[in-house]
């Protein structure tokens, strides 16, 4: 008869803090709601320790990509991404923007640095420093964002650079 209070009191205990615990986490919205509307600004920690904006970009077109060092999808992902740059190298008016929501900046730092991860790099601690997943409306990761050169979002779902026909909707954007 104990143990099965014991087991009632451990499941309540464990659904309490799935239920508590993940409370912050933003339930996604239709990306209707995103589509042709201007996207978020933002000024976060370069990897160079200054600061940068969204709206530094304002007359290109951004490939927006949230991520991890933790994420394995992340990481995969990332990979397939530089044959996705290596179509628009050269091209000034394509920015390939990372925000990190790694804890740690060294983490993040070494993994760029080390991987040679070519694009412009920011970190929201957590996602909390402008609060960028509240406000992009990210419930999981990788997420990639398509922004129009005016700064509209095009794309709240952007496809994957593992999907070849998001280089056309880049280059659709560019015309």
């Given at each position: 008869?104990k143990?099965?209070?014991?087991?009632?009191?451990a499941?309540?205990s464990?659904?309490g803090f799935v239920?508590?615990?993940f409370?912050h986490?933003?339930?996604?919205?239709?990306?209707r709601?995103f589509q042709?509307?201007?996207?978020p600004?933002?000024?976060?920690?370069?990897?160079?320790g200054?600061q940068t904006?969204?709206?530094?970009?304002?007359?290109k077109?951004?490939?927006?990509?949230?991520?991890?060092?933790w994420?394995?999808p992340?990481?995969e992902?990332m990979?397939?991404g530089?044959?996705?740059?290596?179509?628009?190298?050269g091209?000034?008016d394509?920015?390939?923007l990372y925000?990190?929501i790694?804890?740690e900046?060294?983490?993040?730092?070494?993994?760029?640095?080390n991987?040679s991860?070519?694009?412009?790099?920011?970190?929201?601690?957590?996602?909390a420093?402008?609060k960028?997943?509240?406000?992009?409306?990210v419930p999981?990761i990788?997420?990639?964002?398509?922004i129009?050169?005016?700064?509209?979002?095009?794309q709240y779902?952007a496809k994957?650079?593992?999907?070849?026909?998001?280089?056309t909707?880049?280059?659709?954007?560019?015309k």
């Amino acid at each position: 008869m104990k143990r099965k209070w014991y087991f009632l009191i451990a499941l309540v205990s464990v659904c309490g803090f799935v239920v508590l615990g993940f409370k912050h986490i933003p339930q996604p919205l239709e990306s209707r709601e995103f589509q042709g509307k201007p996207a978020p600004n933002f000024k976060l920690e370069n990897l160079d320790g200054g600061q940068t904006s969204l709206s530094d970009f304002k007359g290109k077109v951004v490939y927006l990509d949230i991520w991890a060092t933790w994420c394995k999808p992340c990481l995969e992902e990332m990979k397939k991404g530089k044959k996705l740059k290596e179509a628009f190298t050269g091209n000034k008016d394509v920015i390939f923007l990372y925000i990190s929501i790694d804890k740690e900046a060294e983490k993040w730092k070494n993994y760029v640095k080390n991987n040679s991860i070519q694009g412009v790099h920011l970190i929201s601690r957590e996602g909390a420093e402008e609060k960028i997943l509240e406000r992009y409306d990210v419930p999981y990761i990788p997420r990639f964002v398509l922004i129009d050169k005016e700064g509209n979002i095009v794309q709240y779902e952007a496809k994957a650079p593992s999907d070849g026909s998001i280089e056309t909707d880049i280059k659709n954007l560019l015309k």
